[in-house]
């Protein structure tokens, strides 16, 4: 008898460590995300492209902080004047100080950027998870809805639809940018769903009766997230490049707003002359796209581990 319920209580134990045990389950995702952090603390990129990240995000919400000279302060006697003391980076075509304007544009950029991603991050994990969960008509559908989109190049749809919008602010780039992009986002959320739906511990939240939306909820959705927010991280830095083409193309953003897009356009016509004008904020978009790029690489490879090149 005695060896008997030893038996039942080994059993047992298994059973509640097993990874078909939802408990168990949600022990494994906290060790994996544990993990990962472990190895962002440890990969010189994620401190780099923080580092780098934490500057710009500053100067986007706080300005003042980095000049305290106005952007509007335009005076055309001083046009197209070359960098010196009193003007770090120069002044532009309006006479407007360069620096400044280069600092004020981080905003409008940056977020454009981050709003997008958000936007098709909430749309893309939405229909991701239900195409991936649901299959069959449910993933026809969305799959197809998103196929069609996925067809036209965002930078070429982009470029159709705000081409015949009047006024093209922040809100009318962000909303053509999310319309074109999520499809992205939803592929790669359908796909993590997939890996995951057919899971031991998804198997047995539902024998144990749990509910659709409590599955996905509960046990599909902190599983399957990890590589879509990986991958958020690349794109924001590829909208804030894709802001800044779109507006040098001069289908984007338009005066009075300020961004490095915008500076770009103005400064086309005098890159021979003033190369100034074009090196500084270029200089900007670049060091923002590679500090989200490379925070998106450092944070997929450590939730990933898969991923991570040998």
């Known amino acids: 008898m005695s060896e008997l319920n030893t038996s039942q209580n080994l059993q047992q134990g298994d059973a509640t460590v097993s990874p078909a045990h939802p408990e168990a389950a949600k022990d494994a995702e906290a060790s994996l995300w544990a993990d990962a952090w472990r190895s962002l603390r440890r990969n010189p990129w994620f401190i780099i492209s923080g580092i780098l990240l934490v500057v710009m995000i500053t100067m986007a919400?706080?300005?003042?902080?980095?000049?305290?000279?106005?952007?509007?302060?335009?005076?055309?006697?001083?046009?197209?004047?070359?960098?010196?003391?009193?003007?770090?980076?120069?002044?532009?075509i309006q006479g407007c100080d360069y620096f400044a304007r280069v600092i004020y544009g981080a905003r409008n950029s940056i977020a454009i950027g981050a709003v997008v991603v958000l936007g098709t991050l909430f749309i893309g994990i939405i229909l991701g998870l239900l195409a991936g969960y649901f299959g069959k008509i449910v993933d026809t559908v969305i799959s197809r809805a998103g196929d069609m989109i996925f067809a036209v190049p965002y930078i070429l749809g982009a470029i159709v639809f705000l081409n015949v919008i009047d006024s093209r602010g922040v809100w009318e780039v962000t909303l053509v940018l999310i319309i074109f992009t999520w499809p992205t986002q939803m592929r790669l959320m359908r796909s993590s769903v997939l890996a995951v739906v057919n899971s031991e511990y998804v198997m047995a939240a539902r024998a144990m009766g749990a509910g659709h939306l409590t599955i996905m909820r509960r046990h599909i959705l902190p599983n399957a997230l990890g590589p879509v927010l990986g991958y958020s991280g690349l794109f924001v830095g590829i909208m804030i490049a894709a802001e800044a083409a779109l507006t040098f193309l001069g289908v984007g953003l338009e005066l009075p707003a300020i961004s490095w897009g915008l500076q770009l356009n103005q400064a086309q016509g005098y890159i021979q002359q003033h190369t100034y004008l074009v090196v500084f904020p270029m200089i900007f978009v670049g060091l923002t796209v590679f500090a989200f790029m490379a925070m998106g690489d450092a944070v997929r490879d450590a939730i990933d581990p898969k991923s991570k090149k040998k």
Request: aromatic residues 12%; negative net charge; charged residues 20%.
């Open 61 to 92: 919400l706080f300005p003042q902080l980095f000049t305290s000279t106005d952007p509007r302060d335009c005076q055309l006697v001083r046009s197209r004047q070359s960098p010196s003391a009193e003007h770090w980076f120069g002044t532009d």
